[in-house]
T-cell receptor, first 115, second 115 residues
Framework: AQSVTQLDSQVPVFEEAPVELRCNYS??????LFWYVQYPNQGLQLLLK??????LVKGINGFEAEFNKSQTSFHLRKPSVHISDTAEYFC?????????????FGQGTILTVHP | SAVISQKPSRDICQRGTSLTIQCQVD?????MFWYRQQPGQSLTLIAT?????????ESGFVIDKFPISRPNLTFSTLTVSNMSPEDSSIYLC????????????FGAGSRLTVL
């Protein structure tokens, strides 16, 4: 079974500052990793994914994440945030195989960008 | 990626009643999933909706409470039966991405409030 821990429930930051949202996971098998964003009163939108290959993955809206297998982490970063990045961010894992599509989500991190 | 329409987007229901949520996809998809997001919580997989056979439920979810239909490759319904206030949640439909993409696309969700 997999589990996901998002280490910060809330992250306040000022506009144009850098931000890192932390995610650790545990799994006995290789996993696929995802970050989703949920804007107020909207569904989930995929930010980026790690399936294989380069450990640094780039997503939409200037976000990137680095897969670190030894530390079982997949932290999300953005060098300069905007007010419009205010949202809740979810880290998720998928063990693939027969578990394909069965995402295990973290508890979410609410990112609030202040002017 | 697929476009998902969910109905209703929100509803207020009375205790003891049942409500059916519809999920319509604009293209044929292999996998369809139903997730629940309780207030202030992360997303939890309820079941996999299988076309032509019974849904596969995750631990803690049963068919009598959450009957699911999947009559074809573009449509599914989730019924929340005999509702109680604890069923107040956002229910999200999701589908697999393009072949081999290992990515889920989510609908905007159906926000149910049970009084």
């Amino acid at each position: 079974a997999q589990s996901v821990t998002q280490l910060d429930s809330q992250v306040p930051v000022f506009e144009e500052a850098p931000v890192e949202l932390r995610c650790n996971y545990s799994s006995s098998v290789s996993v696929y990793l995802f970050w989703y964003v949920q804007y107020p009163n909207q569904g989930l939108q995929l930010l980026l994914k790690y399936l294989s290959g380069s450990t640094l993955v780039k997503g939409i809206n200037g976000f990137e994440a680095e897969f670190n297998k030894s530390q079982t982490s997949f932290h999300l970063r953005k060098p300069s945030v905007h007010i419009s990045d205010t949202a809740e961010y979810f880290c998720a894992v998928d063990a693939g195989g027969t578990s394909y599509g069965k995402l295990t989500f973290g508890q979410g991190t609410i990112l609030t960008v202040h002017p | 990626s697929a476009v998902i329409s969910q109905k209703p987007s929100r509803d207020i229901c009375q205790r003891g009643t049942s409500l059916t949520i519809q999920c319509q996809v604009d293209s044929q998809v292999t996998m369809m999933f139903w997730y629940r997001q309780q207030p202030g919580q992360s997303l939890t997989l309820i079941a996999t909706a299988n076309q032509g056979s019974e849904a596969t439920y995750e631990s803690g979810f049963v068919i009598d409470k959450f009957p699911i239909s999947r009559p074809n490759l573009t449509f599914s319904t989730l019924t929340v039966s005999n509702m109680s206030p604890e069923d107040s949640s956002i229910y999200l439909c999701s589908v697999d991405g393009q072949s081999g993409a290992n990515v889920l696309t989510f609908g905007a969700g159906s926000r149910l409030t049970v009084l």
